[in-house]
T-cell receptor, first 111, second 113 residues
Framework: GENVEQHPSTLSVQEGDSAVIKCTYS??????FPWYKQELGKRPQLIID?????GEKKDQRIAVTLNKTAKHFSLHITETQPEDSAVYFC??????????FGTGTSLTVIP | NAGVTQTPKFQVLKTGQSMTLQCAQD?????MYWYRQDPGMGLRLIYY???????DKGEVPNGYNVSRLNKREFSLRLESAAPSQTSVYFC????????????FGSGTRLTVV
């Protein structure tokens, strides 16, 4: 099956700086890549996703990039705020199959 | 809309006891999933149901059974609980399997002593 690796496992940034989280996947057939944010004690929530026919997608301060050749995708958060502090999970999916999640990145934004 | 509703929110079991975790969604989603979340290991798929009437094993199915009761409900059963099953369990649903993002339930924190 698919194997998704996520780095770094922890990340601390100063408020206002940018944060980047990277994931790699193993199965070139994967074609859907969502990102989830999980605040402490809460459920994971979808924040952005990208499909394999698109190289980049933006939603306000959040962007995701996909490099199909290298089989990696990244989450970029600009102008970070304390409320961005959470655990972020990437995932990969092959259409018609289940999701495979990375192990998570704990992001801390220092005021 | 309630989204995905899981019950119970917390449960303590003794080793060998059985229990069923309930999950229901009101979004007319076709696919439903059960994940467990353990520290440092992310989310691991236990079982999923791509559509009503079908169920399939995920990455860590041993010790669990599931029932897709109807399109709305997908239950997870632990027949004989073990301490290794101490975890946070999340139910999720999506419009179609692997094509759209999940909506997660609020989770069940299960402790087996």
């Amino acid at each position: 099956g698919e194997n998704v690796e996520q780095h770094p496992s922890t990340l601390s940034v100063q408020e206002g700086d940018s944060a980047v989280i990277k994931c790699t996947y193993s199965d070139s057939a994967s074609n859907y890549f969502p990102w989830y944010k999980q605040e402490l004690g809460k459920r994971p929530q979808l924040i952005i996703d990208i499909r394999s026919n698109v190289g980049e997608k933006k939603d306000q301060r959040i962007a995701v990039t996909l490099n199909k050749t290298a089989k990696h995708f990244s989450l970029h958060i600009t102008e970070t705020q304390p409320e961005d502090s959470a655990v972020y999970f990437c995932a990969a999916s092959i259409t018609g199959n289940q999701f495979y999640f990375g192990t998570g990145t704990s992001l801390t934004v220092i005021p | 809309n309630a989204g995905v509703t899981q019950t119970p929110k917390f449960q303590v079991l003794k080793t060998g006891q059985s229990m069923t975790l309930q999950c229901a969604q009101d979004m007319n989603h076709n696919s439903m999933y059960w994940y467990r979340q353990d520290p440092g290991m992310g989310l691991r798929l236990i079982y999923y149901s791509a559509s009503e009437g079908t169920t399939d094993k995920g990455e860590v199915p041993n010790g669990y059974n599931v029932s897709r009761l109807n399109k709305r409900e997908f239950s997870l059963r632990l027949e004989s609980a073990a301490p290794s099953q101490t975890s946070v369990y999340f139910c999720a649903s999506s419009l179609d399997s692997g094509v759209y993002g999940y909506t997660f339930g609020s989770g069940t924190r299960l402790t087996v002593v």
